[in-house]
């Protein structure tokens, strides 16, 4: 069986890219500490959770599990 590796970085690894493009900007993957990707990624996810109300509401009744 095949294993799905897309979104997890493996082949980006392997070709021994270290860095993705936003906006015409060069941004490092996944480095050490987290930085301009990592931020990235928090705020498209808090913007897709604020278009699905539902998914807004069951988020936030996790109380404190969440940032």
Same mark, same amino acid.
Do not use: C, D
């Given at each position: 069986? &095949? !294993?799905? +590796?897309?979104?997890?970085? %493996? %082949? &980006?690894?392997?070709?021994? $890219? /270290?860095?993705? /493009?936003?906006?015409?900007?060069? $941004?490092?993957? +996944?480095? #050490?500490?987290? =930085? !301009?990707?990592?931020? &990235?990624?928090? #705020? #498209? /996810?808090?913007?897709?959770?604020? *278009?699905? /109300?539902?998914?807004?509401?069951?988020?936030? #009744?996790? =109380?404190?599990?969440? *940032?």
């Amino acid at each position: 069986m &095949l !294993e799905s +590796r897309v979104g997890n970085g %493996y %082949y &980006l690894t392997k070709m021994g $890219i /270290t860095w993705v /493009t936003f906006e015409g900007q060069l $941004i490092e993957y +996944r480095p #050490a500490l987290p =930085g !301009e990707h990592y931020r &990235l990624i928090v #705020a #498209a /996810t808090w913007e897709k959770v604020g *278009q699905n /109300t539902e998914v807004k509401k069951v988020l936030l #009744a996790t =109380g404190n599990l969440i *940032q």
